[in-house]
């Protein structure tokens, strides 16, 4: 009986789903319009009817209507919406849409000049970008999108936070770096981070994270920038002040340790001994998710590993090599986790915090006998191996 229910279901569900898309073929504009202003209701949260809606040729369907200048602009911004949609569900999603070349449509798109529109291309674009199976060097194909990338920034608050996103998503080599350092990325960034808006902020501090990365050229420009008046470095500082969201903290710290490792600011710099180094050590204490203590470590064990004088000052700041201890009291014990998916997160990041407490520990005692014998025997057995 269960199995015919289901069945049943799953034929109603297709039959649903197919008459979606035929609605998109109506002859008359204001049908498609309603049809598609339908089809972006029936899909919010349901990953099933997006998979059903992709299988039976939405997209392409979508993706025409969105192109042609016959649509109104409210049909085109309904298309551009309801494909960001099918964008929030699977992988599997993401990867059919970029087989069907919504990159390029989008980007096309936004050389409108309707900015509701624009706006609704660039969410999409960010949800297609940020997604792990997406190609990034999609976004470098023509050399002429970010230039005009860089032109929206000033638009609106939503250009501003989800061009940032993608820029921070698809800056992963020097050449992306040298790109869109080429294309004004450090003038056209700097002013947002100041926004009124905080996701602006966040998304421009990332994309000052990514673009600093073991980056001499970015990192030596950075520390002569003004915001308002302000030197970058002191804008990164405020932003490591403990009433900042903690997601904040960490990637202004992580901006002044690449700078600070590409040579742009000395280690003896009181911005990084007075507040680089204790805002990551603070970031390594138990009170944090388990993420943001693999990172804090990570990016402290980076900021001191070539320096013996922070080494030094870390080993005495806030019992660092004691907290360091609790990265191996995980996960909690099975018998006291009831919840699946809690277990499942701790096991997942219980081996990134053991990784990040030994790249923690090796920093720490990779030049000084005496901060050696305050880390754990057996743990110094470990390092030396």
Same mark, same amino acid.
């Given at each position: 009986?269960?199995?015919?229910?289901?069945?049943?279901?799953?034929?109603?569900?297709?039959?649903?789903?197919?008459?979606?898309?035929?609605?998109?073929?109506?002859?008359?504009?204001?049908?498609?319009?309603?049809? #598609?202003?339908?089809?972006?209701?029936?899909v919010i949260g349901n990953n099933k009817q997006k998979a059903n809606l992709i299988v039976l040729g939405a997209v392409p369907r979508l993706l025409y209507l969105l192109q042609q200048s016959s649509s109104s602009m409210e049909l085109r911004t309904e298309c551009a919406v309801v494909l960001g949609s099918l964008a929030m569900g699977t992988e599997n999603n993401i990867k059919s849409l970029v087989d069907c070349h919504i990159i390029p449509a989008l980007l096309q798109g936004l050389l409108s000049?309707?900015?509701?529109?624009?706006?609704? %291309?660039l969410r999409c674009l960010r949800t297609v970008f940020i997604s792990p199976v997406t190609p990034v060097q999609l976004l470098y194909t023509d050399p002429t999108v970010i230039p005009h990338l860089m032109s929206l920034l000033s638009n609106s608050l939503r250009t501003q936070e989800y061009i940032t996103q993608i820029f921070s998503h698809c800056c992963k080599t020097p050449e992306h770096q040298t790109i869109l350092f080429n294309h004004g990325a450090i003038q056209n960034i700097a002013p947002l981070l100041i926004s009124p808006s905080y996701k602006v902020r966040m998304q421009a501090l990332k994309c000052f994270s990514v673009l600093a990365y073991?980056?001499?050229? #970015?990192?030596?420009? !950075?520390?002569? #920038?003004?915001?308002?008046?302000?030197?970058?470095?002191?804008?990164?500082v405020k932003m490591m002040q403990r009433d900042q969201p903690i997601e904040m903290q960490l990637t202004a710290a992580k901006c002044l340790t690449y700078m600070c490792?590409?040579?742009a600011i000395r280690t003896d710099d009181s911005c990084i001994v007075l507040k680089t180094l204790p805002c990551l050590v603070r970031m390594c204490s138990k009170e944090h998710l388990l993420e943001e203590r693999v990172e804090g470590a990570e990016t402290l064990a980076y900021?001191?590993?070539?320096?013996?004088?922070?080494? $030094?000052?870390?080993?005495?700041?806030?019992?660092l090599v004691a907290m360091l201890a609790d990265y191996f009291k995980y996960p909690s014990s099975v018998s006291a986790i009831t919840d699946i998916k809690r277990l499942d997160h701790d096991l997942k990041h219980a081996h990134e915090l053991?990784?990040?407490?030994?790249?923690?520990?090796?920093?720490?005692?990779?030049?000084?006998?005496?901060? $050696?014998?305050?880390?754990?025997?057996? !743990?110094?057995? %470990?390092?030396?191996?």
């Open positions: 009986i269960f199995v015919q229910l289901e069945t049943k279901f799953r034929r109603e569900v297709t039959a649903t789903s197919r008459h979606y898309v035929d609605r998109l073929f109506d002859p008359d504009p204001q049908k498609v319009l309603q049809g #598609v202003i339908d089809m972006k209701n029936a000049s309707d900015l509701i529109f624009i706006e609704a %291309c073991e980056n001499t050229q #970015v990192s030596m420009t !950075l520390v002569n #920038v003004l915001v308002d008046g302000e030197l970058l470095t002191q804008v990164f490792r590409a040579s900021l001191m590993e070539p320096d013996v004088e922070l080494q $030094r000052i870390a080993s005495t700041t806030d019992h053991r990784q990040a407490a030994f790249k923690l520990y090796a920093s720490l005692g990779s030049n000084d006998e005496d901060i $050696r014998k305050k880390v754990p025997s057996g !743990l110094r057995l %470990c390092l030396l191996m």
